[in-house]
């Protein structure tokens, strides 16, 4: 028999199983001699403490004795000390997000372009020119009034 | 837990510095390849050189995207050029006319156009992957001159 068998013999003996439980435990008492002989046992242990232990009756309810007994042991835990950082703990602190942000900015400058540089400065021979740029498709167009021979 | 924070700053640190030592050395052999062509545009069906033939689809759009008026864009000639790295690329597109592309910056570029060995015009551009300068002008018989400068690497 293993050790939930005998929790569940005892619950059986203070009737704290429900009935679906309780038929099968009887069940399996009346067919089962191990069983027969240790619950005969747990009634007369059971016996054995109301016969020789008063009955103690609290003056209180049993949830507030609890309570009671709970806020005595929390007063009585000592507080953890406030642990001061050590300085390099305070150092790790910062420099983790910092040299995430370094890299951060290392990368953006590498691999994004740069924006629009000197772009569109004219040195020309030629006063009428005028640009037309279409940024979609990333054209410009510069048109000059120098002819083209024959 | 402890012993995981400092190992990660320290490979931050270490990757930091390799994205650095590649920029560098990826910047320094570098070349910027450009493809330049040399664009008749006209409102007639046909070049009267046989050899013409349209631009490629993708050009012909850039054009339209720029507002250009012209019914067809024949291809007179396209060459690939290669720019190193702070110099400059002569591109002979006819007997007539030629460019010069001189890299400034990582992204900008002084295009010289020459007509009949005069220089034309002179101008600093940013260009960057995949973008366009087109020069034009008016040609003979209301017709027009192109030249396309894309850079394509």
């Known amino acids: ?150 | 837990m402890r012993f995981r924070i400092g190992s990660s700053v320290s490979l931050l640190a270490a990757v930091a510095s390799l994205l650095l030592v590649l920029s560098a050395a990826a910047a320094q052999a570098r070349d910027f390849k450009f493809e330049a062509q040399l664009i008749w545009a006209t409102m007639s069906e046909s070049s009267p050189d046989p050899q013409h033939k349209p631009v490629d689809e993708k050009t012909r759009e850039r054009l339209a995207k720029v507002n250009l008026k012209w019914k067809n864009y024949f291809l007179v000639r396209k060459v690939d050029a290669s720019v190193p790295e702070k110099g400059a690329k002569e591109v002979v597109l006819s007997d007539k006319c030629k460019i010069s592309i001189r890299q400034v910056d990582e992204e900008n570029f002084e295009v010289s156009l020459f007509g009949q060995g005069k220089s034309v015009l002179k101008r600093m551009q940013n260009i960057s992957k995949g973008e366009m300068l087109v020069l034009g002008g008016n040609a003979p018989d209301s017709t027009s001159w192109f030249v396309a400068v894309r850079r394509t690497e």
């Open chain 1, 1 to 150: 028999m293993n050790d939930e068998q005998q929790l569940k013999l005892q619950a059986f003996l203070d009737g704290e199983l429900p009935e679906a439980e309780t038929r099968e435990i009887s069940a399996w008492v009346a067919r089962d001699a191990e069983a027969t002989a240790l619950l005969k046992e747990l009634r007369q242990t059971r016996q054995a403490f109301k016969s020789t232990e008063a009955n103690v009756q609290l003056p209180e309810s049993r949830e507030f004795y609890w309570s009671k007994i709970q806020r005595e042991i929390e007063r009585d835990l000592p507080a953890a000390p406030p642990q001061r950082p050590s300085l390099f703990h305070r150092f790790r602190r910062v420099l983790v997000p910092v040299g995430a942000f370094a890299v951060l900015v290392v990368i953006s400058i590498l691999t994004f372009p740069r924006g629009n540089g000197i772009d569109s400065e004219m040195a020309v021979a030629d006063s009428e020119a005028f640009t037309y740029q279409d940024y979609d498709s990333g054209t410009t167009l510069v048109w000059v009034s120098y002819p083209a021979e024959r």
